[in-house]
């Protein structure tokens, strides 16, 4: 699969809601699986080529899916305005991953996280009721910079003075909806103070970390913290000339640091 390669979407109902996925190609038995928890922004398509190239690197499959409220899953319902709940990251970590995990049989997972999916791998994996082989995850959030907050400010002037509304609505069935449940959430002033690093000594799985210099969203802070805070084995990577999405920025060294961690995973 490549970037103009449309994949096979399927559906499944989790939580109350249905989501759509796609596997990058049929799952042997008792394969490992890579699994992969996009940003507050994206979707499965909007992975593009990454999990299948991922996947031809590591030789393993990869499950790729739309969160609540993205892609072509259910729209979001907001419960307080236009806002998510403060913890909606908890809920996508310990009731719709757990979810997924038990509607499609994914009982050997590497995380592959991005942003919110990062966040969410975090809190996902902090006490092993759900057993994780590791995670790669890239620019992700445990507490929130002056930095971040203003990023999401700069979003919401995008959103209300350009054409970023037919871009962003091209991905999701509501964009609107979509946009304003991840802005809106972040800039509520009581999430100035949400912070998972309480998290991380719970995490005994193999952890990568990785981020570009040039992200605005989160500095070297955010790095720094996971890899002091987790129990288990941490790598990080900060890579030049790089944003908020590596994956997408500086795709080779992605792959490369990403291909080498997990074959380390799977030769234990």
Not at 10 to 23: A, F, I, K, P
Request: net charge negative; charged share 20%.
């Amino acid at each position: 699969m490549n970037d103009t390669t449309s994949p096979i979407l399927e559906h499944v109902t989790v939580t109350g809601h249905r989501l759509e996925y796609y596997w990058t190609r049929p799952r042997a038995a008792e394969e490992p699986v890579l699994v992969f928890l996009h940003e507050g922004l994206g979707s499965a398509r909007l992975w593009r080529g990454f999990p299948a190239q991922l996947a031809e690197r590591t030789g393993l499959p990869g499950l790729v899916y739309s969160r609540y409220g993205y892609g072509g899953s259910d729209v979001l319902e907001s419960e307080s305005g236009r806002a998510r709940p403060l913890e909606y990251l908890h809920r996508e970590a310990l009731e719709a991953l757990p979810g997924l995990r038990d509607a499609l049989g994914l009982d050997d997972v590497i995380l592959i996280g991005h942003s919110d999916g990062g966040s969410i791998s975090l809190l996902h994996g902090r006490d092993g009721r759900w057993p994780v082989r590791g995670m790669m995850i890239m620019a992700p959030h445990v507490f929130v910079e002056d930095m971040t907050i203003a990023g999401i400010e700069e979003a919401k002037i995008a959103y209300e003075t350009t054409d970023l509304p037919a871009r962003i609505g091209r991905h999701h069935t509501d964009g609107d909806a979509t946009f304003w449940g991840w802005n809106a959430t972040w800039l509520t002033p009581a999430f100035r103070d949400w912070n998972i690093e309480d998290c991380l000594p719970g995490i005994t799985a193999p952890v990568l970390v990785i981020q570009g210099a040039d992200d605005q969203y989160g500095s070297q802070k955010q790095l720094d913290a996971i890899a002091a805070g987790v129990s288990g084995p941490a790598q990080t990577v900060m890579i030049p000339d790089c944003g908020h999405s590596p994956q997408r920025d500086q795709p080779q060294a992605v792959l490369d640091a990403t291909a080498a961690f997990v074959a380390g995973l799977i030769q234990v």
